[in-house]
């Protein structure tokens, strides 16, 4: 059923008793072409596109628990596309374009909206490093405004700019940036896989990997065996655990990282904003609620939920950034499993096992990635080579000394 202003008014003169679900519920086959692990954000854009762009129809999504489960429902919404190095600038701008008209793409409201991401910069030093990156930006097509003092207090007069430690001494702005509604980005790549003939299953944990001849040829399944020609790893935090099920051992480690919402505000910060003297960052949801975060707990988690001294620490550098934030009182919080790769960047490759792609290390800005990583992997498994804007994301960056360091954090997951 497509959405429109037409089926609108049609259900709405028959009561709304018309309106069909947005995806099958079907069991699954014996064997497909291709079978894709994990029903985040990741894997259903990626049968999404091998779907649209491929014309490869037999496939299923496998998802051990319901979708949106995941990190794809559970991260804090931010898009931009305001990296530094040449590996990761023409993705991630790649995926914002998908952005920009993934809602006629796929016919679903995600609520796409680029109200602008704001990193502050608090000393000299960081302003310098700012407009280098905002050159890097513009010498890739990609928006960048380096904003001073004057500016940014024009956007938001509330912030603490005379702070003694942290004084704000600008910004770098992306207005292209912005947030989007999470859930509703899966609900829709699976609504438009599904209506391309995509079988998305629900509560199909996948236990063991078949392999013959160093081929793959199967997995097994809490819902029986299923064999595939094609095995496509989508698994986020879980990608170690499962890419085990192969004998893989991934320069991946697993962390948690905790998201808060506060009670509902009337419109107070209309964009995206950054501290930069710590780590905060926050918008505001159409429901009046501040959405925010900070770092990773900082140590090894399968565990969706954090501990206290982290919550301590974040609310401490928005406070230090607006004072105003004392006083209002934390409503929600949770946490999700980073697949956190050892130079910060993600994964998009082959692996050493015929058949088996890998699509991991998101860390904590796979949300944003959603769209590129699903087109360039469906890319990568359909036509067996990698995307042209992809090419950096290789497995045996590592091995080789090729790491895609955009922190300059050295190999430690958990700093980046
Ligand atoms: C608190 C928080 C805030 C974040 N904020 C941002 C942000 O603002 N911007 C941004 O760009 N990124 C952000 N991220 C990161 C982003 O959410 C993730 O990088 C991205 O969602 C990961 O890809 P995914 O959507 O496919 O993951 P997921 O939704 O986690 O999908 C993986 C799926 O695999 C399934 N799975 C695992 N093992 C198996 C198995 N054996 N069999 C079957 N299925 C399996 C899981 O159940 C899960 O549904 C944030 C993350 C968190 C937790």
Redesign the pocket.
Known sequence: MKYSIFSLLRNSFSGHKNWQPAWRNPDPKPEYDIII???????LATAYYLAKEHGLKNIAV????WLG???????????RSNYLLPGNNPFYELSMKLWEGLEQDFNFNAMVSQRGVLNLCHTDAQRDAFARRGNGMRIDGVDAELLDAHAVREMYPYFDFENPRFPIKGGLLQRRGGTVRHDAVAWGFARGADMRGVDVIQG???QGIDIENGKVVGVQTSRGAIKCKKLAL?????SS??ASMAGLKLPIESHV???FVSEGLKPFIDGVVTFGAGHFYVSQSDKGGLVF?GDLDGYNSYARRGNLPMVEHVVEAGVAMIPALSRIRTLRSW??V?DMSMDGSPIIDKTSVHGLYLNAG?????????PASGFCYAHLIAKDEPHEVATAYRLDRFRRGLVLDEKGQGATPNLH
């Open positions: 692990v994990g029903g985040g954000g990741h894997g496998l998802e051990k628990s489960s995941g990190n794809i429902g559970r991260n804090t919404t931010i898009i199909c944990e996948v989508c698994a986020a935090g879980h655990e499962v990282l905790q998201a975060g946490g999700g980073m998101w860390c904590y800005g796979g949300f944003k990635a959603t």
